[in-house]
């Protein structure tokens, strides 16, 4: 199964504070921007091979960390910039959704996540099964502060599903399971009707929301079905270090290829069978989910991963490095976006060591060739133009 990563990455100068992405930019094809001026984000082409993506991942992070190097400014693998920042709209879409949401746009303009889209094989059961996976996010969980206060262990997740008012959840929270692709799109059609009333309601025109979004984007939830692009779509990481973000790109993808042959089902003890893969009734995935993002990797997470075929203690959540403190002040998150600036370029440094070796065995991967489609999958005008949310 191919896959492709997009990965949201924060811009600070030398004293830790955000700053433009605009220089980042420009450093390499793969590096586009994001819907605020501090995001960059890299999109990456499809591809079979994790070690060909770690490989390619390294290249790109590596052209982009050496120019903004030249400029001052640095890479920060954050879910959030840990203090509640306010940065610049860039996009039209993006003014045309402050409109919509209005203040509470600022739980999506503070945070940096991971997109991984998926071939689609049989999108509905692969849509269920990554709902169900959906504790998987803590472990690599980034960031557990949001605008200074520690909120919960993945403080990104908590924020962007439920920071804002209770009117716009549908379109931010996990969504229960979709049964048939029927429901599914009946779903669909229902919360771009219910997109389109809010919009009108805040004064956007029936025909802006036709030109700036589809029927499959108007929802920015955890796992979307991108008929548009052939894909699933799990959004549910933090942005993170890309040796991690790789391992689980695939550690999921592993999980997701035995659709092909078995049913994903409902039951009371979920995991992976010889027959079916079983997923918890939804009620009981929520209170899981709601237990990883406040409390991260506790034994019964773990524990609900193992069923699946995940090793945790494969992982090392950046967020197990910060402090306990209940707050965090300007000047300790400046030197932390710092510190994690560094951990970021050593990572990059250990992926260049390790695997450039084996690189002349791997045949490199081609799909990015066509400008046209930035990583095989996102059309890179709609990127281009009006970001992501």
Known sequence: MKLGLEVEYWVIDDEGNLTSAEEVIRAHEYVIPEFVDSLAEIVLPPMESRVALEITFADVLGAVLDVAAAHGTHLVPLGTPLLEESPPVLSKRGATLERIYGDDLRFAKNVAGSHIHFDQTNPVAQANLLTALDPALA????????????????????????????????????????????????RVRQSFVSFLTLAVDSGVSEAAVYEQFSHENVSHSPVRIRDDLGTVEWRAPDTALPSKL??????????????AAKPVVVGTEPGLYSGAIVIPPF???????????????????????????????????????????????????????????????????????????????????????????????????????????
Not at 246 to 259: C, R, V
């Open 139 to 186: 472990l690599v969980a980034s960031s557990p502060y949001y605008d200074g206060r520690r909120t919960a262990t993945a403080a990104r997740v908590a924020a962007y599903r439920r920071g804002m008012d209770e009117r716009f959840h549908r379109f931010r929270d996990l969504q229960p399971y979709a049964l048939t692709p029927d429901a599914h799109a009946k």
């Open 246 to 259: 790789t391992q689980l790109a695939f550690d999921i993808g592993g999980i997701l290829e035995e659709t």
């Open 283 to 389: 009620e009981s995935l929520q209170r899981l989910s709601n237990e990883a993002i406040a409390d991260g990797l506790t034994p019964r997470v773990r524990t609900y991963l193992e069923a699946f075929g995940i090793d945790p203690t494969a992982y090392s959540p950046l967020v197990d490095r910060f402090p306990r403190a209940a707050v965090i002040s300007p000047d300790e998150a400046r030197s932390r976006r710092l510190e994690f600036a560094r951990l970021l370029k050593a990572d990059v440094d250990m992926l260049n060591a390790t695997r450039r070796p084996v690189e002349q065995f791997i045949e490199r991967n081609t799909a990015g060739d066509d400008r046209s489609q930035m990583n095989g999958f996102v059309d890179s005008v709609e990127k281009q133009h009006s970001g992501s949310v």
